[in-house]
């Protein structure tokens, strides 16, 4: 079960700690990152954000790109919420 540190929402990052997992939720976007630590959660969160506002390398086909990364595209769906937005 996760649990969320309330006082962290007044930076605009909020936390989500499960087990040895930490996620970094930065509240304007939605967008999220986790690490093993809060240092790490927030490094994962700013490249997170970097590529959201646009940074980084268009992909050109999706399909090879997750494959690359090991996920097979039958299986990834844009339909389901994210647990953090819930």
């Not at 304007?28 to 927030?42: F, P, R, W």
């Not at 970097?50 to 769906?77: C, M, N, S």
């Amino acid at each position: 079960m996760a649990t969320t540190d309330r006082r962290d929402e007044q930076d605009g990052v909020r936390f989500s700690y499960e087990e040895d997992l930490v996620t970094a939720i930065d509240v304007e976007t939605g967008v999220a990152a986790s690490g093993d630590s809060k240092a790490d959660a927030l490094a994962e969160l700013a490249d997170a954000l970097a590529l959201h506002e646009g940074g980084g390398e268009e992909i050109e086909d999706e399909d090879a790109f997750l494959r690359e990364i090991g996920l097979d595209p039958e299986e990834v769906t844009t339909e389901q919420t994210p647990p953090w937005s819930e």
